[in-house]
C-alpha cells in the first residue's frame, strides 16, 4: 500500500544546514512536495518536484530525489530560529492529486 | 491574497453530540479537500470533492461522517454522533481543478480543532 515514512526529530545549530529525510512507496508518483506547519496553523507549500527530476533548488532549499530508492530529502541551508517547525514529505498517488503524508519530522534551531 | 477559510477554529463537544465544520475555498478553486490530523501524525485525507461531485471518500467513516458541497463552492463537514477518537485537527484545503499527472497546488486553510470529551 502506500506509505510515507520520515524521522520524527531533528536539531540543528542555527545557521548549519538541515536535512530532512523521506521515503515513499508508490514508484509511479509523479510529484512529491515538501510542506512546512507551524504550530497551531495549516499546512504552507514550501516546495515540489517532478518525479522524472533529480534535484531542485529554490533559494535556501534543495530537494533531491532518488526515484530507485524512493527517497527524498528536503535541505535548507543556513537554517534559521524561524525554520523551526514541523516538515511532512508527501507523495502524489492516483489520477485525482490524491497526497499520502509522512507522520513529519520536527525540526528545532537552537543558538 | 486569497486564502481558504475555516470556522470554527476551535471547538469543544461532548461524546455522541453532532458538530460541523465549514470550509470556504479560495474563489475558481474546483477542488476541495478534507483532511483529519490527529496529533502527532500528518494529515489523512476524508474526502475530495469536484465541484459538488464526491471524487474520493473511501477514507470517510461513513457511519458517522457526512461532507457536502451543494453549490460546488462552500463545503460542510459533520460528525454524528462525534467519540473521543474523532478529536483532531481538521484541515480543508482547495485547488484550482483535478489535473491527474500535472502539478496541483492544494493551499490550506488554518484548520479546525476538535476535542471531544
Known amino acids: 500500500g502506500e506509505d510515507v515514512e520520515q524521522s520524527l526529530f531533528l536539531s540543528v545549530r542555527e545557521g548549519d544546514s538541515s536535512v530532512i529525510n523521506c521515503t515513499y512507496t508508490?514508484?509511479?508518483?509523479?510529484?512529491l512536495y515538501w510542506y512546512k506547519q507551524e504550530p497551531g496553523a495549516g499546512l504552507q507549500l514550501l516546495t515540489y518536484?517532478?518525479?522524472?527530476?533529480d534535484m531542485k533548488q529554490d533559494q535556501r532549499l534543495t530537494v533531491l530525489l532518488n526515484k530507485k530508492d524512493k527517497h527524498l530529502s528536503l535541505r535548507i541551508a543556513d537554517t534559521q530560529t524561524g525554520d523551526s517547525a514541523i516538515y511532512f514529505c508527501?507523495?502524489?498517488?492516483?489520477?485525482?492529486?490524491?497526497?499520502?503524508f509522512g507522520a513529519g519530522t520536527r525540526l528545532a534551531v537552537h543558538p | 491574497e486569497a486564502e481558504v477559510a475555516q470556522s470554527p477554529r476551535y471547538k469543544i463537544t461532548e461524546k455522541s453530540q453532532a458538530v460541523a465544520f465549514w470550509c470556504d475555498p479560495i474563489?475558481?478553486?474546483?477542488?476541495l479537500y478534507w483532511y483529519r490530523q490527529i496529533l502527532g501524525q500528518g494529515p489523512e485525507l476524508l474526502v475530495q470533492?469536484?465541484?459538488?461531485?464526491?471524487?474520493?471518500d473511501s477514507q470517510l467513516p461513513k457511519d458517522r461522517f457526512s461532507a457536502e458541497r451543494l453549490k460546488g463552492v462552500d463545503s460542510t463537514l459533520k460528525i454524528q454522533p462525534a467519540e473521543l477518537g474523532d478529536s483532531a485537527m481538521y484541515l480543508c484545503?482547495?485547488?484550482?481543478?483535478?489535473?491527474?499527472?500535472?502539478?496541483?497546488?492544494?493551499?490550506f486553510g488554518p484548520g479546525t480543532r476538535l476535542t471531544v470529551l
Open positions: 518536484i517532478f518525479s522524472n527530476m
Open positions: 508527501a507523495e502524489e498517488v492516483g489520477g485525482y492529486n490524491k497526497l499520502i
Open positions: 470533492f469536484q465541484d459538488e461531485s464526491v471524487v474520493d
Open positions: 508508490d514508484s509511479s508518483s509523479t510529484y
Open positions: 474563489s475558481g478553486h474546483a477542488t
Open positions: 484545503a482547495s485547488s484550482l481543478s483535478l489535473a491527474g499527472g500535472s502539478y496541483n497546488e492544494q493551499f
